[in-house]
């Protein structure tokens, strides 16, 4: 039998053979970082493998860290173990990790976004890329058949006319996501001749970062820069869900808000939010998205982490593959706890 060449640890997933670990969420001596989300980039690593252009971000949250950065596809040589990084298409720099020793190719999906819908992919990234392998490790955030996106592009239609109805009637649109990722995609989708976009000081940052990587972002004010009132009535405005009865809103008034999130799928969830509107956006794959993704690795054992593991699970065995699942210390970075409960 083949040598498992990835491992559930305390410390997180681990590969024996090249002696590394994978997303990590205790301090360890060498982390393959799949991408720059708090739940898989963590503090106290002695070394971080990760993709060249998820660096910057990467920096800005964890500090002067030594980090190896890598273009897609390119691949190092650890102990024996050849390790490459392939697009995930989930926020920008996010990578499956690809780990082929002795003959025997396993891929870490980290969290990605794979649509069921043909050519729908996340334009804030390189898109998803699926990788032949024999093992794939997948995550499952949104692993249950209830959960299908509708195409990008009728979610971003629904959020302009949103925000063009509150303009016309003198009201602020308050939209709420993600700071990385969510945010930027947001961005990326409106239509910016409908009115002024304002973003709240998380969410700056993290746009210099995209536009440094080359990706095309409308012109965004920091809310400090606005001092005409009437222009803040017509305008969208991008904040992360924390902000969500804080003082912070105060300033828009009788803004109109709105989620945007997977989760927003569910129901009750928006009522639960308290928000006016919801709109269904995730940077995650949905039950068909991930059944393509899946299927596209030709992988003959698959291994499911955060999310509905054990439905996935026997999905997966009734297509007469090999299943089984890692417990992971991974949270859901779609729209946050606030959607708990
Ligand atoms: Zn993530
Ligand atoms: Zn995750």
Not at 264 to 282: E, I, T
Request: hydrophobic share 45%.
């Amino acid at each position: 039998m083949a040598p498992e060449l990835i491992v559930q640890r305390p410390e997180g997933l681990y590969c024996p053979a090249g002696d590394f670990h994978i997303d990590p969420w205790r301090p360890v001596a060498r982390a393959v970082i799949t991408h720059a989300h708090a739940d898989h980039a963590r503090r106290g690593h002695g070394a971080y493998l990760a993709t060249a252009v998820s660096a910057g971000v990467l920096r800005a949250r964890l500090g002067d860290i030594t980090l190896q950065g890598l273009d897609y596809g390119e691949a190092v040589d650890i102990q024996g173990v050849k390790v490459s990084l392939h697009p995930a298409g989930h926020v920008l720099g996010s990578a499956q990790v690809r780990v082929e020793h002795q003959g025997q190719v396993w891929v870490a999906s980290g969290d990605y976004f794979a649509s069921g819908h043909a050519g729908d992919a996340n334009a804030t990234c390189a898109p998803f890329e699926p990788v032949r392998c024999d093992c794939f490790i997948t995550e499952s955030t949104f692993g249950l058949p209830i959960y299908r996106w509708r195409p990008q592009a009728e979610v971003l239609a629904e959020v302009n006319a949103w925000w063009a109805a509150n303009a016309a009637a003198g009201r602020a649109s308050l939209l709420l996501g993600y700071s990385f990722g969510k945010a930027q995609r947001l961005l990326a989708g409106v239509d910016a001749s409908i009115g002024p976009i304002v973003v709240h000081g998380a969410v700056e940052p993290l746009n210099e970062a995209y536009r440094a990587a080359g990706v095309a972002l409308p012109d965004t004010l920091r809310v400090e820069q606005v001092t005409d009132k009437a222009l803040l009535r017509r305008a969208l405005v991008v904040a992360p869900p924390s902000v969500l009865g804080s003082p912070w809103t105060r300033r828009f008034g009788d803004a109109s808000d709105a989620f945007a999130s997977g989760w927003m799928q569910l129901r009750g969830a928006r009522r639960r939010q308290g928000v006016d509107r919801g709109f269904v956006l995730s940077d995650h794959a949905d039950w068909p998205g991930l059944q393509r993704a899946i299927a596209a690795t030709g992988a003959g054992r698959v291994i499911v982490t955060h999310g509905y593991e054990a439905v996935m699970v026997r999905w997966l065995e009734e297509q007469g593959l090999q299943a089984g699942s890692f417990a992971t210390e991974f949270g859901n970075d779609d729209g946050e706890a606030a959607v708990a409960a």
